[in-house]
């Protein structure tokens, strides 16, 4: 089995700046994450985000584009996985005779 030359800390990069998530587990994970190599590997603490990478994001970017009205949802091609839960969920056919 191979080791890191060097040692742990230099198998893994800390962060330059400080990141944000995009949701509280993104962050809290990100956070756990950091302070974990601070502590274990010596990285040093992030620098404050530059205030430019807080900007909200482009139109094209932050929304979906609106689906056009000429465009028309196509309707999906039946599946035999489909047709086969159908069956499935009808339950046992009735007993003729009995």
């Known amino acids: ?6 040692g742990e800390s230099n198998a ?3 962060p330059e700046f400080v990141v944000k998530g995009a ?12 302070e974990a190599g601070i502590a274990a590997l010596g990285w040093k603490r992030p620098e404050p985000r530059p205030p430019e990478w807080d ?16 465009v028309a949802k196509q309707p999906q ?20 005779g009995g």
């Open 1 to 6: 089995m191979a080791s890191v030359t060097g």
């Open 12 to 14: 893994l990069k800390g």
């Open 23 to 34: 949701t509280d587990f993104d962050q809290r994970w990100i956070d756990e994450t950091t």
């Open 55 to 70: 900007k909200p994001l482009s139109r094209d970017v932050a929304q979906a584009a609106p689906r056009p009205a000429s």
């Open 77 to 96: 091609k039946k599946r035999l996985r489909d047709r086969v839960r159908r069956l499935l969920h009808r339950g046992p056919a009735p007993v003729e």
